[in-house]
């Protein structure tokens, strides 16, 4: 086993050092050790007295047949793994000349063999005969570092830092190199060490200071990292760069993301932007936070607010359409964000970092669906012919075909798709499962579903989605012991309890019951808008009509639905808003017009929109 000291030594130099002499030879895996006989005798080749006076720092060698014979017979050895006789000659063969370039292909060729004292010494070497030399300096400083002399490194460091022009960004530098070192505290000393002469200057500061952030970051010191970028930013307000870590680290303090830490941020960003409020990157950043606590309108606005600065920028464009693909009065800005994303990637295919169309074309096909525009939805997904969005595109089509009234040609389609899992086979599964119960042949999906039951009797996946196919049949008694399994087998997964409450609650019957399933699945996903319309439909069901009103109005505000709106509209009619409830209905019907629960409402409240 190698050493994972050793291991991390040469991940941390082995960049620094590029074969200078001789060529791209591979390097051995053998461990340096002590010179073969053959190496000995090379090494007695009179190659020192063939010298002459240096230019530019590099000693002119004589090339003579003995040198080239030794330097031949390193290359030679290292092919066939004695990478110690390599290592042995071309030290000794250094040495003699004095010429740095060999001094630095020793120290490779130690590296390579995870040999960390040989390549210490191979690397001193080369400093001493390369005084100026940058890398020789950085390599060795970070083969002290790995052996734990960090005293040492810190004298090589500050030399460094004292002759850069810019020493905030060698201090940078610097960071990266220990980031990797065995003892990230004590690198983290040494970093704050060498930072300490420059954290105060006027123009340096408070990038001097991100760099002390990064590095308590990498040393597992959360409050420090924040402390130090919070002085960044308290050193110059304007800092986009510090306002972004900032809120990195007040949305993950330990790591792991916290909504309080998320609105917590979201204000710092606020406020920020307020100020700077040309920053583009602290816009979208601040966009993101928006998206992700579920406030997609004022997200929207930064978004636009970004593509008024920027009416190219990729990551605006395609979220635009994102948060409007759900409204049917957005929907024709949706598709022409997406069209023009796809049209900024065909000019210029090499972006930064690259992009994938795939997602912008099936959000397309779903736009076209929605519009009962099938013929150009499936020319859409058609242009996914591979990749990561390839069996979700199969899927889509084979759904489009059923609505097409195609269903026997959709499934072919996903019978003839190959997968690669037995996770991918079961989402084929499942898409003919929905695609015959679209298709009103429910007893033919029940059946699909119930065979593969069979084999897989405690995949809660296959339970929940035969669940809703017995529904259709009327058979509520096996709906609900199928839910109830899926229940008791992940008790951490809320759909089942959403699935049974909402069902329960639905048909009017043991309604504390499914007020109870309904705030377990609630209390497991509360951002979930099909689980707050399940809590509000409940609350309707028990006449407590204003906290129905809370919890639709959130659901149809986050993921507008036509059962959501169903929903939400008939509380507002029993409320007494019959205006209010007509366009939220009117809404419902543009996004879904053949919805049966938004038909039911209608032709039950005898309402007229």
Request: glycine share 6%; hydrophobic share 45%.
């Amino acid at each position: 086993m190698i050493d994972p000291t050793l291991r991390r030594v040469a991940s941390l130099a082995a960049p620094l050092l590029a074969l200078m002499i001789v060529g791209c030879a591979s390097t051995g895996t053998a461990p340096v050790g002590a010179p073969t006989p053959a190496a000995v005798a090379t090494d007695a080749a009179p190659a020192a007295s063939a010298v002459a006076p240096p230019v530019d720092g590099i000693p002119q060698v004589k090339v003579t047949g003995a040198l080239l014979f030794q330097l031949m017979s390193a290359e030679v050895a290292l092919q066939r793994g004695e990478a110690g006789a390599a290592f042995a000659t071309y030290l000794s063969v250094a040495r003699q000349t004095r010429d740095p370039r060999l001094a630095r292909r020793a120290t490779e060729i130690a590296l390579g063999s995870r040999a960390t004292n040989e390549a210490l010494t191979s690397a001193q070497l080369w400093r001493e005969l390369a005084p100026d030399s940058d890398e020789a300096l950085q390599a060795t400083a970070v083969l002290l570092v790995s052996g734990g002399r960090y005293d040492d490194a810190a004298a090589l460091f500050s030399q460094q830092l004292k002759k850069s022009s810019a020493p905030a960004e060698e201090l940078a530098r610097t960071q990266r190199l220990l980031a990797r070192a065995p003892d990230r505290k004590a690198a983290y000393e040494l970093l704050s060490k060498l930072a300490a002469p420059y954290r105060d200057d006027p123009k340096a500061g408070a990038d001097v200071l991100l760099t002390l952030s990064a590095g308590a970051h990498a040393a597992g010191q959360s409050e420090q990292a924040l402390a130090d970028a919070r002085a960044a930013l308290a050193q110059r307000p304007d800092f986009d760069r510090a306002a972004l870590v900032v809120a990195q680290f007040v949305t993950r303090p330990d790591g792991k993301d916290d909504p309080k830490g998320r609105a917590d941020a979201a204000a710092l960003l606020d406020d920020f932007l307020a100020r700077n409020p040309k920053s583009l990157e602290v816009r979208l950043t601040y966009a993101r936070l928006l998206v992700s606590d579920g406030k997609y309108e004022a997200a929207r606005t930064q978004f636009a607010l970004a593509l008024a600065q920027d009416a190219s920028n990729l990551d605006a464009l395609y979220a635009m359409g994102v948060l409007s693909i759900d409204r049917p009065a957005l929907r024709a800005d949706a598709r022409r964000h997406f069209e023009r994303y796809i049209k900024l990637l065909e000019q210029s295919p090499s972006s930064e970092p690259p992009r994938d169309p795939d997602p912008a074309y099936l959000n397309l096909a779903r736009l076209a669906e929605e519009e009962r525009r099938y013929a150009e939805a499936l020319t859409w997904l058609d242009r996914i012919d591979g990749g990561e969005q390839y069996l979700a595109a199969r899927q889509r089509k084979a759904l489009v075909l059923g609505k097409m009234k195609r269903v026997s040609e959709g499934r072919k389609l996903l019978a003839e798709t190959a997968t690669e899992s037995d996770a991918e086979r079961q989402q084929l599964l499942l898409t003919e499962g929905q695609l015959l119960r679209d298709a009103g042949r429910h007893k033919e999906a029940f059946d699909l579903l119930e065979g593969a039951l069979k084999k897989s009797p405690d995949d809660t996946t296959l339970l929940y989605d035969a669940a809703l196919a017995a529904e259709k049949l009327n058979r509520t008694q096996l709906m609900e012991t199928y839910l109830r399994r899926a229940i008791k087998l992940k008790p951490d997964e809320p759909h089942g309890y959403n699935a049974l409450g909402y069902s329960l609650a639905d048909r009017n019957l043991r309604l504390q019951e499914a007020y109870a399933l309904i705030a377990q699945a609630l209390k497991l996903a509360p951002d979930d808008a099909f689980i707050q319309d399940s809590m509000g439909w409940v609350y309707f069901r028990l006449g407590k009509l204003d906290q129905a009103r809370t919890y639709l109005e959130r659901a149809w505000n986050s993921r507008p639905h036509a059962e959501v709106g169903a929903h939400y509209g008939e509380t507002l009619w029993m409320l007494g808003e019959r205006e209010a409830a007509r366009a939220i209905w009117r809404e419902s019907r543009d996004i879904e017009p053949d919805n049966e629960t938004l038909r039911n409402t209608l032709r039950r409240l005898k309402a007229r929109l």
